[in-house]
């Protein structure tokens, strides 16, 4: 059977890994550009069924749809690579090509995203998207007959999955996007660029501030050693709050240095000051990953301020919870967690417990 239509995804992180691998299971050929990656990212693409072209040229040729989702430092870089290479292409591209940026991003860079593509492509067609919840899951499910399995070996497959709400113009879109869009859940709000990107900024400043409160609130607890007392109490007055909490608070260790700038120095900055030894170690590190780039949380700032007239309360107040997140990152034994290797803070009682000794450590430090 002829796959449905060519999905590129860019990267294949833990989102767009769930995303592809829901893609290829109801019949899409699903491809990437893996250049520069490691050799564990493409043997996950490969075990996943993801095909990796060896160009930006030649996913753009292949392709009918291109979803970026990485994270919010890329979001410019992957448009701006993608829209060059369009513009280089020998011979016009026959067919249309559709660039969803998915990324947890302001209105402001959405609409800057939209300006890059109208400028140095203008044939390739925005629509502004954010994902929120998890990245896609196989759900256990029975066995089906033999019949059944048979005839649809993939797609009687059950899936959990996140909403992905767009906004732009849809009027002229081709007629394989609306399968698309049932098979990843996409919900078209608004004709306007920028008013998705919004919606995700106003979804994480829940549940990013909720959980950055909840952080101090049970590491303080946890100092005091009423902690088990809180607990009781939310369980007994907030069990849904105290069930929200406990899933935000022991899932954000591996995600906390994505959400702040961990450095002040520029590319060029640190070079001069610590050698391009230094930089390209940092490199393969987590430490420079937010250099010079809006990160999450200024994202969500950058909301607040220009489209909610928050020009400095909102502001402020999101510097404030990116130094929660920076203190994780930075001053705790939380900031080595990786999602695939877990050891700290898989509970709410030992994420306050390394928080106190990060932050007694730094306090003694710094005394």
Known sequence: MAPLATVAILSIGEMGMGIAKLLVAHNYRVVTNLEGRSQDTHARAEKASIEALPSDLSLITESDYILSIVPPRDAVSIATRISTAFSSLSTPKKTPLYFLDLNAISPRSARSIGEIFSTKAPAINFLDGCIIGSAPTQKPTPTPSTTEARQHPKTSLT????????????????????????????????????????????????????????????????????????????EEKFPASLKTARYGVTSMPPKAYRWVKESKFSFPLLVLTEGRKELQRRRKGRRLANLTCLTTVEEISAAHEEDGGFESAGKGLFNEIAKVYESVADDSLLGEEKTERRKRGLTIEDVAAAMGEGNAAKRKKDA
Do not use: R, Y
């Open 159 to 234: 899936w959990s999955q996140p909403s992905i709400p767009i906004s732009g113009s849809i009027a002229s879109v081709p007629a394989s996007f609306a399968q698309l869009a049932k098979t990843l859940n996409f919900k078209h709000i608004s004709e306007d660029v920028g008013i998705a990107s919004g919606l995700k900024c106003c979804f994480a400043t829940v549940t990013k501030g909720f959980t950055a409160l909840c952080i101090q609130a049970f590491t303080t607890a946890s100092n005091l050693g009423v902690l088990p007392v809180l607990m009781e109490e939310m």
